[in-house]
């Protein structure tokens, strides 16, 4: 089983990126999966999260900004992060019931 996740890197205020989870050893879409970030000195803070039927729902500080998205054919979990913020950088991971992957870092930075 093993998930791993990508697409983190340094962007400035106001852009997008996409981050991806392709997962192995397990079907995605039987589980309830989801994304948590944990920035230094933060407690760790769900973002996003989508249900096997693909009920969908996101923490307040990112509604309207973040979309969440699985691809079942693929077995991947995607994050589609717009108009980030600085308050938006941490290590971005993500995870299910039984494990998560290694985290992927997210710099929101001018």
């Known amino acids: 089983v093993q998930l791993v996740e990508s697409g983190g890197g340094l962007v400035q205020p106001g852009e997008s990126l996409r981050l991806s989870c392709a997962a192995s050893?397990?079907?995605?879409?039987?589980?309830?999966v989801g994304w948590f970030r944990q920035a230094p000195g933060k407690e760790r803070e769900g973002v996003a999260r989508?249900?096997?039927?693909?009920?969908?729902s996101y923490a307040e500080s990112v509604k309207g900004r973040f979309t969440i998205s699985r691809d079942n054919a693929k077995n991947t979990l995607y994050l589609q992060m717009n108009s980030l913020k600085p308050d938006d950088t941490a290590v971005y991971y993500c995870?299910?019931?039984?494990?998560r992957g290694q985290g992927t870092q997210v710099t929101v930075s001018s």
């Open positions: 995870a299910y019931t039984s494990g």
């Open positions: 050893g397990f079907t995605l879409g039987d589980y309830a």
């Open positions: 989508i249900s096997s039927p693909g009920f969908i």
